[in-house]
Each structure stands twice: as structure tokens, then as C-alpha cells.
């Protein structure tokens, strides 16, 4: 089992920042590959970012390429999203998601998933 616990999220006035974190325990935190994704009210969840298991691989969506960058630190058991020039268009619950092969864009199969933290962006 793997645990998530995700943290960082908040009110933000629009082109401010925020960086979450997702605290993984309980397994090898560097044999998992880390996906973030995101779910507004009354839509469906949809990828964020994603990136591999040594941290030398990522991918974006493209509503969020150039504002975003995902992160990981090994040796802390944690990945993380630094989210920059926020619109509120990106207020969602924000999850992360592990998975010991790769992250799937539509969350489908992913291992572990946390609980997630809400990011309100304001106009």
C-alpha cells in the first residue's frame, strides 16, 4: 500500500502561485511514477502533469504547459506541483496519483490516489 497525502492548496487572486505537495509513505516512493490530475465542480477529472519514476521524464496538458512544473524529490518521498500565472479556470480539487508503470492521462488503472486539496482561484 501506498499512502498520499496531498497539501498546498488554498485561495489564490488570479496570476498568483501555489505549489502542492503530495507526502507518499508505506512503499518505495522512487519504483512509482507520480501523475497529478484535477477535477472541477461538475466536470470530469482530467489529467495535469505527470513524471517518471527518477524525475527525468514529465508531461503537461496543454491548458496548463509554461505555468506549471511537476517535481519530485526521492529521497523526500514527495512530488510536487509549482503552478504559477493562475487563472480561475484551474480551480479544482487537485489529486495526486502513483502508479508503478506509468501514468495513464485518464486515471484509469493508477495504483494509489490521494484525497486531494482544494485550489480556488479568484478573479
Known amino acids: 500500500q501506498v499512502q498520499l497525502v496531498e497539501s498546498g492548496g488554498g485561495l489564490v487572486q488570479t496570476g498568483g502561485s501555489l505549489r502542492l505537495s503530495c507526502a507518499a509513505s508505506?512503499?518505495?516512493?522512487?519504483?512509482?511514477?507520480m501523475g497529478w490530475f484535477r477535477q472541477a465542480p461538475g466536470k470530469e477529472r482530467e489529467f495535469v502533469a505527470a513524471?517518471?519514476?527518477?524525475?527525468?521524464?514529465?508531461g503537461y496538458a496543454d491548458s496548463v504547459k509554461g505555468r506549471f512544473t511537476i517535481s519530485r524529490d526521492n529521497a523526500k518521498n514527495t512530488v510536487y506541483l509549482q503552478m504559477n500565472s493562475l487563472k480561475p479556470g484551474d480551480t479544482a480539487i487537485y489529486y495526486c496519483?502513483?502508479?508503478?508503470?506509468?501514468?495513464?492521462?485518464?486515471?484509469?488503472?493508477?495504483?494509489?490516489w490521494g484525497k486531494g486539496t482544494l485550489v480556488t482561484v479568484s478573479s
Open positions: 496519483a502513483a502508479d508503478r508503470v506509468s501514468v495513464a492521462r485518464t486515471g484509469y488503472g493508477m495504483d494509489y
Open positions: 508505506g512503499r518505495t516512493f522512487s519504483n512509482y511514477a
Open positions: 513524471i517518471s519514476r527518477s524525475g527525468g521524464s514529465t
